[in-house]
């Protein structure tokens, strides 16, 4: 009896202190917070959770913007394109990744003279990450010049994709997004060098 009760208490005490380690998990980010564990840009989780993000917020937030007039007189006019941009230190192919994991087909890396023209971009800020919850940080085009935060908060069930929970837009204005691109960089570099 004296053994079973010994590890019957045992069992508990582990069973408590790992709880308590997953309870307290910290997120990992992209990029990096000042004290949390960094993620790796081009591994999953990461560039489907940034390709569904920016998928999802240019589907909720096209409608608030003007359609583009069209090309040739006689056609109908369209929704912006999804011009996105992500943050500093992803290389080319995670860049085409994530474009290619929007699926959608209007979808493209931003470039300097979609800045400088002022098109609207949608704008990658942070992805954070823990256990079976994501979140992702998106600037979004609003009205005139003005940008816009929205966070989406995906949770995923075990050996599962994540799946979208909550989209939440916030009232606070976000910066206009910069050119990170790295295949835009390069080019510049390269004019500027010629």
Not at 26 to 42: C, H, I, K, Q, R
Not at 97 to 119: F, H, K, N, P, Y
Not at 139 to 145: F, I, L, Q, T, V
């Amino acid at each position: 009896m004296h053994r079973i009760t010994r590890r019957l208490v045992g069992f508990v005490a582990i069973s408590a202190a790992s709880l308590g380690v997953i309870a307290c998990t910290p997120y990992a980010t992209f990029p990096s917070d000042s004290d949390s564990v960094v993620l790796t840009p081009g591994v999953y989780p990461v560039p489907q959770l940034m390709g569904k993000a920016l998928s999802e917020t240019y589907a909720r937030t096209m409608g608030d913007l003007e359609l583009v007039p069209p090309a040739v007189a006689g056609e109908e006019a369209t929704p912006a394109p999804l011009i996105y941009a992500l943050p500093s230190g992803i290389n080319e192919r995670d860049w085409r990744q994530v474009g290619i994991l929007t699926e959608v087909d209007s979808a493209r890396e931003v470039t300097m003279a979609d800045i400088e023209a002022g098109l609207p971009i949608w704008e990658i800020k942070q992805v954070r990450v823990r256990s079976n919850r994501a979140e992702v940080d998106v600037a979004y085009p609003s009205s005139g010049d003005l940008y816009q935060l929205a966070t989406l908060v995906y949770e995923a069930e075990p050996f599962r994709a994540y799946q979208l929970d909550v989209f939440q837009r916030w009232l606070i204005p976000a910066d206009r997004p910069v050119c990170e691109n790295p295949s835009e960089i390069a080019r510049i570099e390269a004019e500027q060098a010629a």
